[in-house]
């Protein structure tokens, strides 16, 4: 007979757990129990009854919880006193879940995933049938989990976006708008189930509306990563993903809180990976120890495949020697044109401005420091450990435009004229300028060699043949020799990274 297609949850019950010592072969003890509850007229089913060396275990309902335990106290009160019975108590508010599976080892590895242990397990193997109790806190969480994977339904994953300026609200819509195609083409069904900024936040179970602006806009809430864990819980909602698309040092320090209470992680956010490595790790420790991941492929490449290549050749045992290329779409628009066209520097940073290529202060692109942050990344991909001041980077700002304010330094851009014409100027024939990343040195021992800088190069090189305001990536391992792997393309704008951030989102909803 063919199971039958169904998973059926019984609420409000208890478990009584009765433990002591030497109970391996012990003749009665369980016909003592039943009887005992029998006369008192107390309904047990029996999940799994547990007739281990240190107790077993019976189910009750919540309202007879007390009187179950009293009554055995009452009936084992001889082996209480010589120490034979050791403890005799419940445990309240769970549920039984009942479903046939061809194989429970599938469903057990989703319900571990978020973080659903069974407190009983009771499998009946010529019928396919399995119980388990879980907290009544996990039952609905549970059965939704168990449905999609036996009944191969859409499976729900529950999105907490944080962050909603150009990246995270392009992302919002790009999900708003595929959520039918990709329920129907990969059977997920995605769900906005919150957004925060700074300031505010909004809930909603059911995932939200196109109208989300809106709603965050007349929203009450002050912003709490711990609201949102804490409504996740209460909800029990599934296969959680916490999604930073910030640039918020403060807001990376909350990542092991979100690991440790059950979400994956996506990050557009580049500064958890530049932490110091003693952070790092310890973080690594976290996902490891709660099963979690943590995907992040467009902290250097927007949302070109460089991490998981490189990842992919590490792994494999490929040794790569050297890692170089432009990381900035900024600053690669910013000498793609300035290296080819006659206008001053500070005409084409003020192009790059109005285009929305800068950061607000321009200074921040200017500094080298987000290049350098993306080196850094990929060198810990290769498991070096090299700290954030162990990077040579050439500031392109002048040091007397390094600490007045932003308003002021936009206003005295011209005064950046004259030094990078002269620059220009004294190049070799047929040479651009390139602003770039170079990991190198032995990159077999701990540390690397990590430079930013500005360089010239041959204007028929792949470097030299950058054009608008793609990045370039050249790997060079052992294998290939003098001739890298280059990945080439957008390297910067809000639908690209968002894209990308997708991309990770996707993928981690797939494997859950």
Known sequence: MKPKNEVKVYKSKSIIKFE??????????????????????ISVGVISQQAIENGLSVLVNDEDS?????????????ERKNGKVSLIYSINNVSVISFFTEDYSKVAAELARNNVFPLILNQNSAEKRVNIVV???QDEKSRNIIEAEIFGSPKTVHLALFGHGNVGSVLIEQILESSEEIRRRKKLDLKIFAVSNSKKYIFDKKGIST??????????????PKEIIAFAKENQLENLIAIDNTANADFVKNYSCFAENGFDIVSSNKIFNTLPISEYRNFRNILTKNNKKYLYETNVGAGLPLIDTIKLLHLSGENITRIKG????????VFNHFSVRDDQFSTIIQEAMEKGFTEPDPREDLSGNDVARKLLILARELDLVNEFNDINV???VPKNLLNIDKNEFISKLEELNEE??????NQQPNHVLRYVGDLHGDLSQEKGELDVKLISVPANSALGQLKGSDSIFEIFTESYGENPIVIMGAGAGAKVTARGVFGDILRLSETK
Do not use: M, P
């Open 394 to 396: 050439q500031n392109l």
């Open 211 to 224: 109208d989300w602006k809106n709603d965050i806009e007349n929203s009450g809430r002050v912003a709490s």
């Open 326 to 333: 432009v990381f900035s779409g900024t600053l690669s628009y």
């Open 66 to 78: 007390e009187k179950a335990v009293n009554c055995l106290i009452e009936e084992f009160s001889e």
């Open 420 to 425: 990078y014409q002269k620059i220009k100027e």
């Open 135 to 137: 907290a009544s806190s």
């Open 20 to 41: 002591g010592k030497n109970f391996l072969g012990e003749v009665g003890i369980d016909g003592r129990i039943f009887k005992a509850l029998t006369l008192a007229r």
